[in-house]
């Protein structure tokens, strides 16, 4: 019933900057936690980014740390990632997903997120 659908990808150069947006539709996503996830080709789901239902706790992967930024739009059932500086080791599937108790406590694995989009691609040159 739930629809999750990533947008925003692209491919950029290196130093560049994108901005993905999460639209969620058959849900009211102010009752959820909401992380963004990714993986490249060869190596395991990495969880990067979360905020809790309210919008007011966010927690950042080290890797992506201090050049993504994790926001929310409860009005507008969305949610954002901000992504500067990218390097070449940011090119991976990005992912958005939802946790239903509204907490980020597993956000680095993905473990209590059920409600996945099928990701938008993300490839950085050098």
């Known amino acids: 019933q739930e629809q999750v659908v990533e947008s925003g990808g692209g491919l950029v150069q290196a130093g560049g900057s994108l901005r993905l947006s999460c639209l969620v539709s058959?849900?009211?996503?102010?009752?959820?936690?909401m992380g963004w996830f990714r993986q490249a080709p060869g190596k395991e789901r990495e969880g990067i980014s979360c905020?809790?239902?309210?919008?007011?706790?966010?927690y950042y992967a080290d890797s992506v740390k201090g050049r993504f930024t994790i926001s929310r739009d409860n009005a507008k059932n969305t949610l954002y990632l901000q992504m500067n500086s990218l390097e070449p080791e940011d090119t991976a599937r990005y992912y958005c997903?939802?946790?239903?108790?509204?907490?980020?406590?597993?956000?680095?694995?993905?473990?209590?997120?059920?409600?996945w989009g099928q990701g938008t691609q993300v490839t950085v040159s050098s």
């Open positions: 058959g849900a009211n996503i102010g009752e959820y936690a």
């Open positions: 997903a939802l946790e239903h108790a509204g907490l980020c406590a597993y956000y680095r694995t993905g473990d209590y997120f059920y409600h």
């Open positions: 905020v809790n239902w309210k919008g007011d706790t966010t």
